[in-house]
């Protein structure tokens, strides 16, 4: 971690985040509920096919990210698709966007704090340990807990965010090694569900593995903390999808060669799903322990770091700009962030925890999700008209081929959503834009001031930064072919 340093033309953020936590914040707020929840009951309706649906994924998932890397290596400022869409689309796109962003990382944390729960249990029953309070009071007590880490300091929540995805990695990794004993190796698996392979199906599976790339921009929503964001935030965000289908296929792969083919449709419903793998394929003991320790201490301790984080930075934003209630735009004296935000925040976030459904959750969240990244495709373009001077240290490649299809394509996918669930999204989006109306009343439509870039690295530092991203590369690549080989190869048996 580097030295922060404050910048001068903001209010107060600090830049302290280089690649690597600009890489594991992003990674880490996708890695976690959707992958150990609904993105795994995917495996008991797909079984082997589940790979496709999460390559299908991947696909939709990298052009938008081609879209943020130009946005936000242009406009690296705290707020992310806010920004973009008021400056592209105008002010009350930029607030639906902003708003349906709070919603679905709000959402995303809710869900998190539940599935540790579920794994906690799941953790402590192993041992032998009966958890005394119910799901619900400890995914309370642990949002909490990463609130006061959140009001603590950016430069901690990085620190913190590499810990915590790093433990993650190397469990899984020695999580695997343990289960290749276990791992089964001969007939064929035929796929649980048979319907899920119609094209309606296969679609309501993508969007349920999707749910596990979505937040792919989530380093946007702290531009204003990245040191050299013009380099650092586009290369974050080319190889975060790669790395997120590596994570995702690594660990379908071991559910699928581990649980018996018989077995697999039990999954479809289960609320741990990588916890009942295990108990169905009889494997318990120590890679049971391990499994839960490293999903709940380092995948979803990682969701939940970034997930309290980011959508606070876009609520301070958005009072900043006068589009919320100006108390959310003050920061701490101290640690300089948003603990106002962070307070509402955390509020919203209990609010979703009593529902006690990730499954609802995750159809909240998708529709929210799904709608902003449709305001910010379209936002790219709207930039690219308007403000066609705007230095871009970074240009997307056929915008204007890429952004429709892109768009087309999210808006199919949110047809597929709990129609209760879109309800509830579209209610939430009419109460944003009435908050809106109500503090912009009587205030005029400046045009929104842009503050200069900050200055880019000097030679030495561009050469380390390179040297960094390279290695990154080539170990993201890697992973993500080996992983699609051996999903592959189990497909193919």
Request: glycine share 12%.
């Given at each position: 971690?580097?030295n922060c340093k404050s910048?001068?033309?903001?209010a107060?953020l600090k830049r302290c985040?280089?690649?690597r936590e600009?890489?594991t914040l992003?990674v880490g707020?996708v890695i976690?509920v959707?992958?150990?929840?609904?993105?795994?009951?995917?495996?008991g309706?797909?079984?082997p096919?589940?790979i496709?649906?999460?390559l299908?994924?991947?696909l939709?998932s990298?052009?938008?990210?081609?879209l943020?890397a130009?946005m936000?290596a242009?406009?690296?400022?705290?707020?992310?698709?806010y920004?973009y869409a008021?400056?592209?689309l105008?002010?009350?796109?930029?607030m639906?966007a902003g708003?349906?962003f709070?919603?679905s990382?709000v959402?995303?944390?809710?869900?998190?704090?539940?599935a540790?729960?579920?794994?906690?249990r799941?953790?402590?029953g192993?041992?032998g340990i009966e958890l005394?309070l119910s799901?619900?009071w400890?995914?309370?007590?642990?949002l909490?807990?990463f609130?006061?880490?959140a009001?603590r300091?950016?430069?901690?929540?990085?620190?913190l965010?590499?810990?915590?995805l790093?433990?993650?990695?190397?469990?899984a990794?020695v999580?695997?090694?343990s289960?290749l004993?276990?791992l089964t190796g001969?007939g064929p698996?035929?796929v649980?569900d048979?319907?899920s392979?119609?094209?309606?199906?296969?679609?309501?599976?993508?969007c349920?593995?999707w749910?596990?790339?979505a937040?792919?921009?989530?380093c946007?929503a702290m531009?204003?903390?990245?040191?050299?964001p013009q380099k650092?935030?586009?290369?974050a965000?080319?190889?975060?999808?790669?790395?997120v289908?590596a994570?995702?296929?690594?660990f379908q792969?071991a559910?699928?060669?581990?649980?018996?083919?018989?077995?697999l449709?039990q999954?479809a419903?289960a609320?741990?799903?990588?916890?009942e793998?295990m108990r169905?394929?009889?494997?318990?003991?120590?890679?049971l322990v391990?499994l839960?320790?490293?999903i709940a201490?380092?995948?979803?301790f990682?969701?939940?770091?970034?997930?309290?984080s980011?959508?606070?930075r876009?609520?301070?934003t958005?009072a900043r700009d006068?589009?919320a209630?100006a108390?959310?735009?003050?920061?701490h004296?101290?640690?300089?962030?948003p603990a106002?935000?962070?307070?509402?925040?955390g509020?919203?976030m209990?609010l979703?925890v009593?529902t006690?459904?990730?499954?609802?959750?995750a159809?909240?969240?998708?529709?929210?999700?799904?709608?902003y990244?449709?305001?910010?495709?379209?936002?790219a373009c709207g930039l690219?008209?308007?403000?066609?001077?705007?230095?871009?240290?970074y240009r997307?490649?056929?915008?204007w081929?890429?952004a429709p299809?892109?768009?087309?394509i999210?808006l199919?996918m949110?047809?597929?959503l709990d129609?209760?669930?879109a309800l509830?999204g579209?209610?939430?989006?009419?109460l944003?834009?009435?908050?809106y109306a109500?503090?912009?009343?009587?205030k005029?439509?400046?045009?929104?001031a842009?503050p200069?870039?900050?200055?880019p690295?000097?030679?030495?530092?561009?050469r380390?930064?390179?040297?960094?991203?390279?290695?990154?590369?080539?170990?993201?690549a890697?992973?993500a072919l080996?992983?699609?080989?051996?999903?592959l190869a189990l497909?193919?048996?």
């Open positions: 971690m580097q910048d001068p033309a903001q107060g985040l280089g690649l600009t890489i992003t707020t976690g959707g992958l150990f929840t609904v993105g795994a009951n995917v495996v309706m797909l079984g096919a589940t496709l649906a999460t299908a994924a991947m939709v990298i052009y938008p990210a081609l943020y130009e936000g242009a406009l690296p400022f705290s707020g992310g698709t920004q008021s400056l592209g105008g002010r009350p796109f930029g639906l708003w349906n709070i919603i990382m959402s995303v944390a809710s869900g998190e704090a539940l540790f729960s579920f794994y906690l799941t953790l402590l192993a041992l005394p799901d619900r400890v995914a309370c007590i642990t909490v807990v609130l006061l880490l009001v300091g950016v430069e901690m929540t990085g620190r965010q590499n810990g915590f790093f433990f993650f990695w190397e469990v990794a999580w695997v090694l289960l004993p276990s001969g698996v035929a649980p048979p319907s392979l119609t094209p309606s199906g296969f679609l309501g599976c993508v349920l593995i749910w596990c790339f937040g792919f921009e989530t946007c531009g204003e903390e990245i040191r050299y650092n935030l586009p290369r965000l080319f190889l975060a999808p790669f790395l289908f994570v995702n296929g690594l792969w559910l699928v060669a581990l649980v018996p083919g018989d077995a449709g999954l419903t609320a741990a799903p990588y916890a793998g169905l394929a009889g494997v318990v003991g120590f890679p391990l839960c320790a490293g201490f380092g995948g979803d990682s969701t939940l770091n970034a997930g309290v980011a959508p606070a876009y609520l301070y958005m006068g589009a209630p108390v959310f735009g003050r920061l004296p101290r640690w300089h962030t106002a935000a962070v307070a509402v925040i509020g919203l209990v979703l009593g006690g459904s990730i499954a609802y959750i159809s909240l969240s998708l529709f929210a999700t799904l709608f990244y449709v305001i910010g495709i379209a936002a690219r008209l308007h403000k066609p001077d705007l230095t871009r240290p997307a490649p056929l915008l081929v890429g299809v892109s768009i087309l999210y199919v949110m047809t597929q129609p209760f669930a509830a579209a209610a939430w989006s009419a944003g834009l009435l908050l109500l503090c912009r009343r009587g005029r439509g400046a045009e929104i842009l200069p870039l900050p200055p690295p000097g030679p030495e530092e561009s380390k930064m390179d040297r960094s991203f390279r290695r990154w590369a080539w170990v993201v890697a992973a080996l992983v699609l080989g051996l999903n497909l193919a048996r």
